[in-house]
């Protein structure tokens, strides 16, 4: 039982926040957003896994390119 917190608590840190930034979006539990991921990709041969990169990449770039600056000399 500890190996899966373990296993569950190192994909919720390193999983780019996709899921908990669109559930926040959305208004809905995180925990329900990943099990739509997983079971979405049971049914569509890993489609949506791919789905899921693309958006945390996208999620990546956009907070590359909306990072909040302190002052008016870091332009």
Do not use: C, P, Q
Not at 31 to 50: D, E, M
């Amino acid at each position: 039982m500890n190996t899966m917190h373990n296993i569950r608590y190192f994909f919720e840190k390193h999983g780019f926040e996709v899921s908990s930034r669109l559930a926040e979006r959305l208004g809905m539990k995180a925990k329900n957003v990943r099990l739509f991921f997983i079971y979405s990709s049971f049914a569509t041969f890993g489609l949506w896994f791919f789905v899921y990169l693309t958006f945390a990449f996208w999620l990546r770039l956009k907070d590359l390119v909306y990072t909040k600056r302190t002052s008016v000399f870091d332009l």
